[in-house]
């Protein structure tokens, strides 16, 4: 089982739509819980990050953690074209462990919007 | 430019050859770490170094690979007698000391080997 699991999709939606984007993990470590957005030949762009459960909120992303369930959402509200790109979670431990600056990441999702 | 600098972007190396990988931290920074994008998976850690130490190299191959951050210059992933298998994106990326969560991506080193 891996320690980080993302549905690859793709996922397509119409423009204005909301997207959510999912991760879940096995490793309890994880305090730190990241979200990249990646365009194609391109580098990940660090969009947000959480540390421990609770809400982020940043313009049109949402960024929520369930760490009893082990659980991580993004969500984005009225979506773009623009936005079309695949989406990284990455996860790390807290400082002190071995984990930590150690970024683990999920498969990533594959969202394309269309007008 | 205050991102993090990658170069080459492309590289070509036939098989047996040496590659090497060079990454410039954002400004400010002094953590660097690697990773691997392998066709169709995910980011994949390799290394993660400061100044002439290297912390964390679990990622990494156990042959053929080596990283080094000196004290001056940029930070070289390095990867001896190439082979078909290694062919991939490289990324590097770098964060502060406080924020090590918080990393920034280059641009990437897509390496082919013939």
């Known amino acids: 089982q891996k320690e980080v699991e993302q549905d690859p999709g793709p996922l397509s939606v119409p423009e204005g739509a909301i997207v959510s984007l999912n991760c879940t993990y096995s490793n309890s470590a994880f305090q730190y819980f990241m979200w990249y957005r990646q365009y194609s030949r391109k580098g990940p762009e660090l969009l947000m990050y959480?540390?421990?459960?609770g809400n982020k909120e940043d313009g049109r992303f949402t960024a929520q953690v369930d760490k009893s369930s082990k659980y991580i959402s993004l969500f984005i509200r009225d979506s773009q074209p623009s936005d079309s790109a695949t989406y990284l979670c990455a996860m790390s431990g807290n400082a002190g462990g071995t984990s930590y600056g150690k970024l683990t990441f999920g498969q990533g999702t594959i969202l394309t919007v269309h007008p | 430019n205050a991102g993090v600098m990658q170069n080459p972007r492309h590289l070509v190396r036939r098989r047996g050859q040496e590659a090497r990988l060079r990454c410039s931290p954002m400004k400010g920074h002094s953590h660097v770490y690697w990773y691997r994008q392998l066709p169709e998976e995910g980011l994949k850690f390799m290394v993660y170094l400061q100044k002439e130490n290297i912390i964390d190299e679990s990622g990494m191959p156990k042959e053929r690979f080596s990283a080094e951050f000196p004290k001056e210059g940029p930070s070289i992933l390095r990867i001896q007698q190439v082979v078909r298998g290694d062919s991939a994106a490289y990324f590097c990326a770098s964060s502060g000391l406080a924020a090590r969560y918080e990393q920034y991506f280059g641009p990437g080193t897509r390496l082919t080997v013939t």
């Open positions: 959480t540390y421990s459960s």
